[in-house]
């Protein structure tokens, strides 16, 4: 076989294979988003009906939004309600700025962390700390970025209560500005609904299991039972580790679409975007680089096969681009249903899978070249985390809390 009927042939089968990858994708995501509800379908219960409710936010170095996040907590309606804001180790305003808003509403109390106790994700301890300050039935854990609408609580509570549920996590509507965050955040959405299948969590045959750092709704004693963020002390992945205890203990979770009622402005620009994934992309491929290698190639193989496949001299070629694209046109149009992505945004996808691959890349050098993740002003080694990490094994005992 010649040189070129061998590149004929590869790209052929490569485009097969970018073909099936976008069209079972699109489907995937078709067929999964319409068994979620979003917060706006959802009838509130009464106040009667409603559980008492803790937010627990953990917040460090937010000054430049915590102030509007926390005004919307306190804002929320809902009855028997309270907030506990955790300032973890901020250098800047933050600390200050809940003390201000502490004093003018009695609901929030605020928990100020001096250090980090060894053995610690410093989020993951806050957060620890602010549910033992909480008296609420369910605690509903949240970042200090995120805006919420006054009806979101109600509604995600009574989508857990109706639904038996003993977790709710609920999406996040990301607000953009221009064309480059559009395209990053499109793309990551994309693959994190069809990676994630967030519609298979409530399935206790599956170990399909989801979280949000926005909105992670438990319930109290679901919570205890699963070992808490003790459990969870050095996971990296918090709110995806909070679904999996949940799960693993028996418990039940629900996913509810935002419909706008949960934002917040994430990073800003594409070089923002890309730094902010910088201590999660690693750690989502399990730390592992030949993981890391699979996923980008078979990411860039299926993202940029289908321009060269348009292009191909063989009509069986391009008719697979053909179907490449049907099925990236598909996956960009259920996610415009839920997300700040418009269908015709499918066309930049190459665009979007090749800086999310190098953001991927450049996570996983920056991690292996340290040595390990800074977060939050802390470092925490390879080695400690890959111990660390939340998996399907016996759920651990809750160790004595730190002061």
Known sequence: MSLGAWCQSALLAAAALSALFWLAGGFVLYSGVRRLRGLGEIEPLPDEALPSVSIVVAARDEAARVEEAVHSLLAIDYPRLSVVAVDDRSTDGTGAILDRLAAADARLRVIHLASLPAGWIGKCRALAEGEAAAGGEWILFTDGDVVLAPDALRRAVSHGIRGGADHVAVGIDVEVEGIGEAVFVAY????????????????PATRDHIGIG?????????????????A??????????LGLIVKRSGGTTLFALPDGRVRTRWHAGIGGLIRGVEKNAFPAMDLRVWFTAYAVTMQLLTSLVPIAALFAASPWTRALGILAWSGVFLAYSVTAGYARVRTWQAVLMPVGAILFAFAIVRSAAITLSRGGVTWRGTFYPIADLRRGRARWSAPQKRPPRSS
Do not use: C, K
């Open 214 to 230: 926005a909105f992670n709704l438990v319930r109290r004693a679901a919570y205890e039972r699963a070992g808490g963020h003790a």
């Open 232 to 241: 969870l002390r050095m996971e990296l992945l918090d709110d995806l580790g």
């Open 188 to 203: 990551f959405l994309l693959i994190f609904f069809v990676t994630q299948r967030p519609w298979g969590a409530s399935d």
